[in-house]
């Protein structure tokens, strides 16, 4: 089985502070992904990394940022917390082969306050 | 633009059929996902249609109608367990980015 682990399910943090948040698949993916979840919005793409040291901005990248140093783990990382990056953060991975279906970690809820 | 729509929530009664539907504009297309999604849980993975019909799985089945940018999931002999979101997805043509509708929220009754 597949599994898709991330650091923490559920984060409080103060505005101004710096995040990470870290993931890490045991399958050899190639692909990873960070999207954010939000009611009524659905999962919007932050950043993907298709290989290690790779990354590409996603469709809301503003306020991220991203590192993949080794192929099963994928950071992002929040340089400045915002009250409006409260939200559900869930990390992705797939082959890039086949059906290619994504598999997702449990997510992060995270707060800032 | 990039759009996928679907219902926001349905309700139905167990041992029913309910179809959630799905309609998108994007400007590629490789392929319609759809996940399931209970409360506090990831997405996990239902279906995946890349041409056009039906594919059937067990209680669950989807259609994909890619002239009419048009899908349906179809769940039969619904159980309790199955009350969760249902989120539609559409790869596009690059084959790297996925867009996700918001879900539709299924509520199961006795």
């Known amino acids: 089985d597949v599994k898709v682990t991330q650091s923490s399910r559920y984060l409080v943090k103060r505005t101004g502070e710096k995040v990470f948040l870290e993931c890490v698949q045991d399958?050899?993916?190639?692909?990873m992904f960070w999207y954010r979840q939000d009611p009524g919005l659905g999962l919007r793409l932050i950043y993907f990394?298709?290989?290690?040291?790779?990354?590409e901005k996603g469709d809301i990248p503003e306020g991220y940022s991203v590192s993949r140093e080794k192929k099963e783990r994928f950071s992002l990382i929040l340089e400045s917390a915002s009250t409006n990056q409260t939200s559900m953060y869930l990390c992705?991975?797939?082959?890039?082969?086949?059906?290619?279906?994504?598999?997702f970690g449990p997510g992060t809820r995270l707060t800032v306050l | 633009g990039q759009n996928i729509d679907q219902p926001t929530e349905m309700t139905a009664t167990e041992g029913a059929i309910v179809q959630i539907n799905c309609t998108y504009q994007?400007?590629?297309?490789?392929?319609l996902f759809w996940y399931q999604q209970h409360a506090g849980e990831a997405p996990t993975f239902l279906s995946y249609?890349?041409?056009?019909g039906l594919e059937e799985k067990g209680r669950f089945s989807s259609f994909l109608s890619r002239s009419k940018g048009y899908s349906y999931l179809l769940l039969k002999e619904l159980q309790m367990k199955d009350s969760a979101s249902y989120l539609c997805?559409?790869?596009?043509?690059?084959?790297?980015?996925?867009?996700f509708g918001a879900g539709t929220r299924l509520f199961v009754k006795a």
């Open positions: 997805a559409v790869r596009d043509t690059g084959g790297f980015k996925t867009i």
């Open positions: 399958m050899d993916h190639e692909n």
């Open positions: 249609n890349v041409l056009d």
């Open positions: 992705a991975s797939r082959t890039g082969q086949g059906i290619d279906t994504q598999y």
């Open positions: 990394s298709y290989d290690v040291k790779m990354k």
């Open positions: 994007t400007s590629g297309f490789n392929g």
